[in-house]
């Protein structure tokens, strides 16, 4: 069964950073877009940052010039590399991916981690 695993969470002091984890396994025939979504307490979930299958990428404008999104194929693995960390950062961090498993008829189907805190805080 596909899964989606997000590691790399943790507490952080503002202006510190972290690196987030996403490994992908299954029977996986591809793997198309991948993204990091956040989400806050009492707010919705945003996209953060989204990679698709040829490399290009788009940031959530608060966070252009300090998140690197990124992802190693060969690993099936999605990162996130987080720097000049703000309290407003603070969220549970969700991997999702567009993933199509190993089947007669492959079809796309989008798959979520179950998230990683990030807490960011004096």
């Known amino acids: 069964q596909v899964q989606l695993v997000e590691s790399g969470g943790g507490l952080v002091q503002p202006g510190g950073s972290l690196r987030l984890s996403c490994a992908a396994s299954?029977?996986?025939?591809?793997?198309?877009?991948m993204g990091w979504y956040r989400q806050a307490p009492g707010k919705q979930r945003e996209l953060v940052a989204v990679?698709?299958?040829?490399?290009?990428?788009n940031y959530l404008d608060s966070v252009k010039g300090r998140f690197t999104i990124s992802r190693d194929n060969a690993k099936k693995t999605l990162y996130l590399q987080m720097n000049n960390l703000k309290p407003e950062d603070t969220a549970v961090y969700y991997c999702?991916?567009?993933?199509?498993?190993?089947?007669?008829?492959?079809?796309?189907?989008?798959?979520w981690g179950r998230g990683t805190q990030v807490t960011v805080s004096s």
């Open positions: 299954g029977r996986i025939l591809k793997i198309n877009a």
């Open positions: 999702n991916a567009e993933i199509a498993e190993v089947a007669i008829v492959p079809v796309p189907r989008n798959y």
């Open positions: 990679i698709r299958s040829g490399g290009s990428t």
